[in-house]
């Protein structure tokens, strides 16, 4: 989440806090009985929150740039409302003491909506002033400069701009309308369209920086950021074809230590455990849908390489047709796949077809999180076409991740590209709290289908 969403977030943490205060006002007539709100400990009422939190993310209610639509709002607001209403219903009807009285959680999720709301079309109405302009600069003419424009968030400020700035390069490939001048008047330039905002996208930057000019713009609030870091952080993801070794040695990431391999574990064997106890009623289910779909076994295991390119045996439902490969060979699955069958299309769907893999996961053959294990067959290929592609090997291969909640189900090498850069922001910048965001987008996409092929 970039700053804003985190204000966002907070302001939804203070609108329901007032909510909740609101509703114990608008019940009982007096705040005289809001001691009560604590009867039962400050848990409850942290559980409401992070409901709250929780429903607003899934409806992707932090994603100011949708605000836009008021449609969007209007429906996205009151599902999560309801979402969370019956969560914590449920809750509070298994737990009765956790619960605040009659009536007062419908009347906070009413008053909380309502504010929710309103906070949003007050983004969308004034996100056209000058505060929340997207200006940026875009050092360099070349490929580089014309891929970090298509990744800068399109909003409709109409104070907004992404403009170019010339340097001694080889080949113009950006829209000559957009370029405002040379990187030698870039003091005049600023002055006169004062950008937010350098990114600095050139492939030869030696010799060609007025770093003195660029160090008097920072020390003037101007941000100066590297393509490369920028599009890391718009894109959540690492522009490889654009990195040297030296981003994998001095930088802060990439970097596993005993320490944090040992927790990643511990908690890989209590999902595993959890998650298989949960879906375990499924199994019987499951299993009869897919014999009676189509003649073969159940499960189906095959070799994928896993961690320092080691292979093992993981194991899924099956989802194509028996021996579906026995003509053609390993090949990526397809849209419309013909091998798979129809239960198989509701399984990739759902990600179902996936439950088995806690048993590898169990196993020490993955972890709960991490890289899509692919298969040897494509991994050698991979290997010669696209920059460090082995670095995903250093780590555990996951039953989900990063690349699968944030790109649709890989079906061609440029798939794999795209993949892979997700996979390496993954690996660059792990930590428990990607972990647990990477968890709740599986979530969205479960409840979604997002992704499934």
Not at 91 to 105: A, C, D, H, I, V
Not at 302 to 317: A, D, I, M, P, S
Not at 332 to 360: C, H, M, S
Request: glycine share 6%; hydrophobic share 45%; aromatic share 16%.
């Amino acid at each position: 989440m970039n700053r804003s969403r985190y204000l966002i977030v907070l302001v939804d943490v203070c609108l329901a806090c007032l909510a909740l205060v609101g509703a114990y006002q608008l019940r009982f007539g007096s705040f005289s009985s809001l001691n009560s709100l604590f009867t039962g400990g400050f848990f409850r009422v942290i559980l409401y929150l992070l409901v709250v939190v929780f429903c607003s993310y899934l409806f992707e209610l932090y994603d100011r740039l949708k605000f836009f639509r008021r449609k969007f709002l209007l429906y996205r607001v009151f599902s999560a409302g309801l979402l969370a209403f019956f969560l914590l219903s449920a809750t509070f009807y298994l737990f009765p003491s956790f619960q605040f009285g009659r009536g007062l959680l419908f009347i906070s999720f009413v008053l909380f909506c309502l504010g929710q709301l309103g906070f949003r079309l007050l983004i969308r109405k004034f996100s056209n002033s000058a505060q929340f302009a997207t200006k940026i600069f875009i050092i360099g003419v070349g490929e580089l400069a014309k891929r970090i424009a298509e990744v800068v968030p399109k909003d409709q400020n109409v104070h907004s701009y992404v403009r170019f700035v010339s340097c001694p390069e080889k080949k113009v490939v950006v829209d000559s309308e957009l370029i405002v001048g040379n990187i030698n008047d870039i003091d005049e330039l600023i002055y006169d369209y004062r950008p937010h905002k350098l990114v600095v996208a050139l492939s030869e930057r030696r010799g060609n920086l007025p770093l003195k000019e660029f160090m008097r713009s920072k020390l003037r609030g101007v941000d100066v950021v590297e393509a490369t870091t920028y599009f890391e952080q718009e894109k959540g993801c690492l522009l490889v074809e654009n990195m040297q070794p030296s981003a994998f040695i001095y930088t802060q990431g990439f970097r596993m230590t005993p320490f944090m391999r040992s927790y990643k574990r511990i908690y890989d064997i209590i999902f595993s455990v959890i998650g298989l106890v949960i879906s375990a009623p499924l199994f019987p289910v499951l299993a009869v849908l897919v014999k009676k779909d189509s003649p073969g076994s159940v499960f189906y295991k095959q070799l994928r390489v896993g961690e320092n390119e080691v292979e093992y045996f993981v194991y899924k439902f099956r989802t194509m047709a028996q021996d579906a490969e026995k003509q053609t060979g390993a090949i990526w699955a397809q849209e419309d796949d013909p091998r798979v069958t129809r239960i198989g299309q509701f399984l990739r769907k759902t990600r179902l077809d996936e439950i088995p893999q806690l048993y590898n996961v169990l196993k020490g053959d993955m972890s709960f999180i991490g890289p899509r294990p692919e298969r040897m067959a494509f991994v050698e290929r991979l290997k010669e076409t696209i920059p460090f592609y082995s670095t995903r090997h250093f780590v555990k291969p996951g039953v989900t991740g990063w690349a699968q909640v944030c790109y649709p189900y890989g079906a061609s090498d440029e798939d794999a590209l795209e993949k892979m850069r997700y996979d390496l922001f993954y690996i660059k910048n792990y930590s428990v709290l990607l972990d647990f965001r990477i968890i709740i987008d599986t979530i969205r996409v479960v409840l979604t289908g997002f992704g499934g092929r």
